[in-house]
């Protein structure tokens, strides 16, 4: 496992949304204690947006990368998911983020 991790980069951004990267850095940094959110990046360029089999919105997600750091100065990488539900009459309510993973430990100079 050592020897992934030290393979392990960060997935590049494939769009910007600060309102979204300060969330999901609030959200992380709250499940995760001993870290500190160093950047955020959204590696889906559109939401994916879930239908039902009426063809009606459910909601709609992105998935985040997310660069960490801890008190002893490493660094590491974890990820996350947000999502939008869908609230009727084309808009969306309040982003939220779920199911985010443990950090995984890696050389600092793979966070890009």
Known sequence: QK???????????????????????????QSFKGFTVTKVNITYAAWIVDKNELDIPICRKLSVCVAVKNAKGECGIGSSNVKEDYMGSGSYGEAYSYLPSDPIIVPCENIK
């Open 3 to 29: 020897n992934m991790a030290k393979n392990l980069k960060m997935i590049p951004a494939q769009q910007s949304n600060p309102k979204i990267e300060a969330m999901v850095k609030k959200q992380y940094e």
